[in-house]
């Protein structure tokens, strides 16, 4: 079966860490891009930040540069999102995603299809609140 689970969401005060964790069932993110995206109550979906199939670029978005870092471990199959200086605006459920089928090879590329709905794999998603 192939999926994809999150997990390391929690509350954290302002100014705090999370690291999140997505990892994958089924199918292999070597060589797959893939990204992180949340979706705040009220709000739509966003992407945050995604990595190339080579693994060797990333993209974030502008509201958390600097703050937040993508990586990926082919051996444990997992992709990561480390977190820094959280702020109550980042509270939303994050999730991620893969283009399995391999339509982009770019960062920028699967964030754009993860922000259109189009990758097919998507995790169940896991609830980061900050607290002020």
């Known amino acids: 079966q192939v999926q994809l689970v999150e997990s390391g969401g929690g509350l954290v005060q302002s100014g705090g860490s999370l690291r999140l964790s997505c990892t994958a069932s089924g199918f292999s993110l070597d060589n797959i891009a893939t990204g992180w995206f949340r979706q705040a109550p009220g709000k739509e979906r966003e992407e945050v930040s995604c990595?190339?199939?080579?693994?060797?670029?990333?993209y974030y978005t502008d509201s958390v540069k600097g703050r937040f870092t993508m990586s990926r471990d082919n051996a444990k199959n997992t992709v990561y999102l480390q977190m820094n200086n959280l702020e109550p605006e980042d509270t939303a459920v994050y999730y991620c995603?893969?283009?399995?089928?391999?339509?982009?090879?770019?960062?920028?590329?699967?964030?754009?299809?993860?922000?259109?709905?189009?990758?097919?794999?998507r995790g169940q998603g896991t609830l980061v609140t900050v607290s002020s």
């Open positions: 995603a893969a283009d399995t089928r391999k339509r982009v090879e770019t960062a920028q590329g699967v964030c754009l299809l993860g922000s259109q709905r189009l990758l097919e794999v």
């Open positions: 990595i190339s199939s080579s693994g060797g670029t990333t």
